[in-house]
């Protein structure tokens, strides 16, 4: 079935520690990624999106991700997370009519 | 201001008796959508719509239905077919350039 997956369901970290959430998707052919994040109590941000060219794409917040076609996977990154960083990270891929997304992950920034 | 409206943020309802949740957007979007959210399984696709008097199921459609008779409307019906009704439910619309707009949700309970 096609999926999204996102291998990593609650991360910890400490202030300052680097950051990379996982995402692989099963779509073939040419799809557009995301990566939404959900502050506590907040609605669904884009945090970044790619669609084509530079397979590395930034976004709000000092966040990257990769795009790496030949795994299939749409990773994100951030060099030093903050406190604030603390949220719910969800990739989603779109392709054709319909937009699906990962189960989510719950990062916690320890201060 | 352009967005998307849900109301209301909260609603009861007692078992066995159907419930509509609105959305409404102002961003002359062709496509919406509507998601459910719950702990550890991110958002779950039920129906969209990618324009008037047309609507697809999505992956949990079950217990729902919907109805498109406007371009800024998309109201969504949770049956008393639906098992487990109670849940967070999340309006969308998508722009030409395939990102999404998420509007801020509804909490649903049933009693």
């Known amino acids: 079935a096609q999926s999204v997956s996102q291998h990593n369901h609650h991360v910890i970290l400490s202030e300052a520690a680097s950051l990379e959430l996982g995402c692989n998707y099963s779509y073939g052919g040419t799809v557009n990624l995301f990566w939404y994040v959900q502050y506590p109590g907040q609605h669904l941000q884009l945090l970044l999106k790619?669609?084509?060219?530079?397979?590395l794409v930034k976004g709000i917040k000092g966040f990257e991700a990769e795009f790496i076609k030949s795994k299939f996977s749409f990773n994100l990154r951030k060099p030093s997370v903050q406190w604030s960083d603390t949220a719910e990270y969800f990739c989603a891929v779109s392709r054709d009519d319909k937009i699906i997304f990962g189960k989510g992950t719950r990062l916690h920034i320890l201060p | 201001d352009g967005g998307i409206t849900q109301s209301p943020k909260y609603l009861f309802r007692k078992e066995g008796q159907n419930v509509t949740l609105s959305c409404e957007q102002n961003l002359n979007h062709d496509a919406m959508y509507w998601y459910r959210q719950d702990p550890g399984q991110g958002l779950r696709l039920i129906y969209y719509s990618q324009i008037v008097n047309d609507f697809q199921k999505g992956d949990i459609a079950e217990g729902y239905s919907v109805s498109r008779e406007k371009k800024e409307s998309f109201p969504l019906t949770v049956t008393s077919a639906q098992k487990n009704p109670t849940a967070f439910y999340l309006c969308?619309?998508?722009?030409?350039?395939?990102?999404?707009?998420f509007g801020p949700g509804t909490r649903l309970t049933v009693l």
């Open positions: 790619y669609f084509s060219g530079d397979p």
């Open positions: 969308a619309s998508f722009d030409s350039y395939n990102e999404q707009f």
